[in-house]
């Protein structure tokens, strides 16, 4: 492919960038983050993955969990994961190079891009906020499995929260004009006013609700009876409550921040 067809490829990538294919995307990823939730709520809390005193190796790496997290994502970025602008590492310090031929991602965002990270409140909102929510308590010894499954479900959350450099994107081209003042006046409320959509969050809240009960129902064969009704492997209530407190404040953080450097 030569250097002129990607070149075109790229302008059709961010000529097709528009606020519904972003939220469809949105959309989309809605069904990851619930079965994610709904995979790690096959295992109790399990609380040893998270002490860093269950076990010691050479180097600090903290708790399993840490473990788990640190040591994938450096072999995630020796595959090339984090050049890809719509992947964000937990532990961005000292993680090896790629290794792989680079790949010519879509030139979409603004450069500046790169410093919006916002993982560490993802990181602690996750084990501290919601894990005590839909998981039982209690401990069955599977933390290797259960570490694997909390990884899932940071990066589905991190995928979907850092899309706000996206939403961002394409509503500062839609409205640049509205947008220009607050940004060159640092105004970070005038901002997250005019990004907010009361109406979208509304439906966004409901959907999540609605897909947690779909996808998380007992399914029986041959049983008639209502014994299952209303038990759900996740609180729908709870996945609702988490996308209203913290994943969508948690995207317009993104937004806002985006927004402040894009026009660096
Ligand atoms: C993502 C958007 O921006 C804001 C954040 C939303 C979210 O995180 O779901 C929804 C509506 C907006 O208030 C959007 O407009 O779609």
């Not at 790496?61 to 937990?90: D, I, M, W």
């Not at 399914?219 to 014994?227: A, F, I, L, R, T």
Request: with cysteine; glycine share 4%; proline share 8%.
């Amino acid at each position: 492919i030569s250097e002129v067809e990607m070149v075109k490829a790229d302008s059709d990538v961010s000529d097709r960038l528009t606020l519904e294919s972003v939220r469809d995307s949105l959309i989309r990823q809605e069904g990851s983050i619930v079965f994610s939730l709904i995979e790690r709520a096959k295992f109790p809390l399990n609380a040893p993955t998270y002490d860093p005193s269950y076990f010691s190796m050479p180097g600090s790496y903290g708790s399993l969990v840490e473990l788990v997290v640190k040591q994938t994502e450096a072999v995630q970025a020796k595959a090339g994961r984090y050049e890809n602008p719509e992947e964000h590492p937990f532990f961005p310090d000292d993680l090896p190079p790629s290794q792989v031929p680079p790949h010519k991602y879509p030139r979409v965002l603004n450069p500046a891009a790169v410093f919006v990270n916002v993982n560490k409140k993802i990181w602690d909102v996750y084990f501290n906020k919601l894990l005590p929510l839909f998981v039982a308590p209690g401990d069955d010894g599977n933390y290797a499995s259960t570490a694997a499954r909390d990884l899932e479900c940071l990066q589905v959350l991190s995928r979907r929260i850092h899309y706000g450099k996206l939403v961002a994107e394409v509503k500062f081209r839609d409205e640049w004009k509205h947008y220009e003042p607050p940004i060159r006046a640092r105004d970070k409320k005038t901002l997250m006013d005019l990004l907010t959509a009361p109406a979208v969050e509304k439906a966004v809240k409901k959907r999540v609700a609605k897909k947690a009960s779909i996808f998380g129902q007992e399914v029986k064969v041959g049983d008639d009876s209502d014994e299952n009704k209303g038990k759900y492997k996740v609180d729908p209530a709870v996945v609702s409550r988490f996308y209203g407190d913290w994943v969508i404040p948690l995207t317009k953080d993104v937004e806002v921040q985006y927004l402040l450097r894009r026009l660096d």
